[in-house]
């Protein structure tokens, strides 16, 4: 075990998981994306498509444990190396200038990763841990999102998952080692391309229900 | 006392086979009883350090910056020469050992040459195995270029990096010898002296520039790499750091200098701009390929060199020399360039400038394929001028660059002191009065690598050494002198810094014992130089104290040792009436000013030994035998 | 055209390095726009001297930009705003009269100062001593033209090679991590046939001892690549990563 885990323990090993995690992040936002646009096909198509995703069962539990795995690796590794980087740098700096490489994306990850934790928890509580049994889902959204608030607090975060995955996308290839002068720049468009088609994809659907009441 | 080279007998092509043979060897099992002092870790120390330690030898090896990778060998940009003949163009090991004897001005050592010439191809084949990315043509194979007027294509080379690519080569060899045990690194160690016992060179003692403690390490023999003095100039290419303090030690402790009126003075620099200027950047001399040197007729011509028609250009170099060009060797290319510039004809704002213009090769080859030979070096020069050489030819001057001389040693390496080696730059050197273009990075490894592992084996194996401890009285004489001198350089209290002195014995030299020197300037340098010396006991200003990183200090040590050092290069060419190479006495050239040899009487190694402070040097001659080669007249035309 | 600028100078003095320490402020009057920034300082020092006090203590050598020795974060910039340049190559033409320049030195914990702007990165070595070489002794090589190397392959090798080992990657790295510099090692001699043979021991040696040194981890943030005055590219980073996926997971090496 110790061949396995040792390399797994180095920065390049904790970087690995991750890009490996994370990557598995943007598989789900992909899929969970596609579901939640059956939306645009009315109350019904989306109705049906809930209850066909959770005719599934079992393979939706297995799902969801995955999700809690990655998320349990990404959040603690994540936290570890932003602890450790911030120890490599006893004294910042007094004045502090990019040079051109940091984007807002890069510069702001732990704190756009912990906003998303907490949203997520958010996000759980309101649409995961609620007795379903006399109400539909698509009730449930047009519940929520006839208070602004919810709004507020749906676009902001999709907003910062947009910013999180910009350059979380490219840099797990990165990581991964997949840099190459001919897919790299396609790579890091695709990231960008990616960020945007979350933030809109998602962002619009409080504004959509909303509209719909 | 009369030197004795050590050169085995035999016919050239077989001394060294020959005299590897007759070399005693060390026992592999003692060998790591047996404790060797690499002082500087550049090219010749580096790999000297490596090649030890794999031997099996304990090694300490020392160097003044806060990494070996550092040493100053990492600066030299064109390349190594070496005769493989890859290209099939008649190139051979008696080609490159002619070549370099002749470009020395038959001022060299055939044996010591020739083994060069030999060595050439392993360096090169070790480097290799290094993983050092030497460029290659589009097959595969090593790619070569011709360098510094050879009429072969025998130069190696990494981009304009050579020098830094073979010396972290070197370096990584080091690294792997340091993670074995067998090399302790002491880095951020400048050595102050040298401790001989018995007429034995058993150590050295170093300060610790970080906490400033005086440091003594003993060792069975002492090897010292540690590079040219060329900053006696004040400005040169050499890095700021680059001294003769160690070697200088050395002969106060009865080695012998020898030639040090051989310095180098590269053609193709970026003129001086000003006085607070600290240094001077080196173009590589692979511009000359393709570059055309010129000034403007007219002595005085002030015009923008786009406004100066061709007819009114003076491409001096192409006119004098019509087979070599602007492919000169570089000593005739940097005396020309001060003749013009004396007639008046110099550009720049100072005047002391010539045009080095590429407008014809970017016609004939296109913008592209010139930024891909030189891109790198015209961004350079951009950047530090400020002037785009694609459109504005370049301004180039010469500066002081290389020394070939040094520390004498004999065929072993081994200085006059038993148990002292002298290697790379630091000797006296192969190069006789002129060093050829990639010959220098060819001559530390070929040291290091391939030359002192035999050697050393031979004198350690073939020696009676007491066993000795740091504590022995001449180690504790030593410290006191070192930390009494230290006292002395802090307690002046004077005026001036010194840099500024330091520049005015650069200025000294520069003006009468640079590209061209003549009897009375020499003498009134030796008069200027000794007044200044005076001044600078009297009137330097050192602050800090010894006791911690104090880069004045440091400073003043070196600087101190300068002005010693900077009589003896004036008498030695004040010595010499002949002109060779490096060395031009007015008195004696050519009726086309060239440089005129006095085979008769001056065909030897002037060795100066030191007979106190207040007493002039003793000269001893060492007559160089040419058994191989005729001695002609250099011509280039 | 020569021109000559007054400025103000903000430098990091610290005496030792546990030693209580801030910026202090230098006026540096009549500064010719040719000088290099390094010779900038060598005018303040000769001023501060003549005036009984203690020279700025600064790394500085070759300076000719290839020795790696010279290095401090300018306005926030490791080596200057210029890009590829080194701080001994970077003038002060791009300054104006009047200006303020805060000078700091290399900050990382792996990095500590031993005075004023001059820090320790013997952490470096360390990392190189771990396996940043090739397992040949002297002598027994085979000729150098036995084994071809594509020209492609040796110009990436010396693109990675070129490293000088200033540490401004680490300087510029929001995270302090010297991925960067082991990178370019790890990346040279894997892409050489003769690096291959003890590619996995090197991967996994030189990012342990890297580690070990408390240099930070790297985000991918790129700074070190736009900072490097060598221009190395991260393409290196991608490359040490896929070795050491090979080394740590595929290899059967510990």
Redesign the interface.
Known sequence: MNRLTNPLGTSVGKKLMMAVTGLGFCCFLTIHLAGNLTIYGGKDFFNSYVEHLHSLGPLVTLAELGLLVFAAIHIMTGALLFYQSLKARPIRYSVNKRAGGRTLGSATMPYTGFILLLFVIFHLINFHFVDKTNITTFQLLSNAFANPVYIFIYTVAVIIAAIHVSHGLWSAFQTLGANHPKYTPFLRGLSIVFSVVVGIGFGFIPVYVFLLL | MQLDAKIPSGPLAEKWDKHRFELKLVNPANKRKYTIIVVGTGLAGG?AA??LG?LGYYVKNFCI??????A?S??AQGGINAA?N?QNDGDSIWRLFYDTIKGGDFRAREANVYRLAQVSN?I???????????????????ANRSFGGAQVSRTFY??G?T???LL?GA???L??Q??AGQVS?F?RREMLDIVVINGQARGIVVRNL?TGEIENHAADAVVLCTGGYANVFYLS?N???SNVSATFRAYKKGAFFANPCYTQIHPTCIPV??T????L??MSESLRNDGRVWVPKTPGDRRPPNQIPESERDYYLEEKYPSFGNLVPRDVASRNAKTQCDMGKGVE?TGFAVYLDFADAIKRDGKDVIQQKYGNLFQ?YE??T?SNPYETPMMIYPASHYVMGGLWVDYNLMSNLDGLFVMGEANFSDHGANRLGASALMQGLADG??VI?YTIGGYLAGTDRPEITTDHPAFKEATRYVTERTRKLLSING?R?V??IHRQLGHILWEYCGMSRNDDGLLKARKLIQELREEFWKNA?V??SSE??N??LERAGRVADFLEFAELLVIDAFERKESCGGHFNEAYQTEEHEARRDDENFCHVSAWEFKGDDNDPELHKEPLVFENVELTQRSYK | M?KSINITLKVWRQ??PHVKSGFETYPATDI?T???F??MI??VN?QL??D????I?F???????????CGAVINGRSHGP?KG?TLC?F?M?HFSNGDTIVIEPWRAKAFPI??DL?V???A??QI???G????????G?????S?????EI??L??DA??C??CGACVAACPNASAMLFTSAKIS??AL?P??RLEAANRALAMVRKMDELCFGNCSNERECEAECPKEISISNIARLNREFIKAGLVSSVK
């Open positions: 790999s490596a090649s794999e910056q806060d990494s070996p990778r550092r100053h990492i600066a493989k890859y392993n090169i084949d070790h480097c290799v195995a290094q993983g050092i990315p030497f460029a290659r043509e589009y097959g595969g194979l090593l990494a981009r990096q020098g830094q690519q972290l370096y990584s060899s690294m792997r340091v993670a690194m880095p970080i290419t890095a700021m750091a701009h000003g607070y200027q600290s240094k950047t080196l704002e350079m950047k530090i400020a690598y391939f592992p005026k810094t840099d500024d200003m602050p800090g911690d990183f880069q004045s | 020569t005496k030792g010719s040719d000088m290099s390094l010779e060598d005018v000769e001297t003549l009984g006090k203690d020279p203590a790394d500085h050598d070759c300076r000719e930009g290839i020795c790696g020795m210029e340049t190559q003038h033409r031993i005075k001059v320790d990165r013997s470096f070595d190189i001593l771990a940043g070489y090739i397992s040949v002794n002297t002598g090589a085979p000729d150098a033209n084994i071809p190397i594509a020209q040796a110009e090798a010396m090679a070129a000088i080992g040279q001699l050489l003769q690096g």
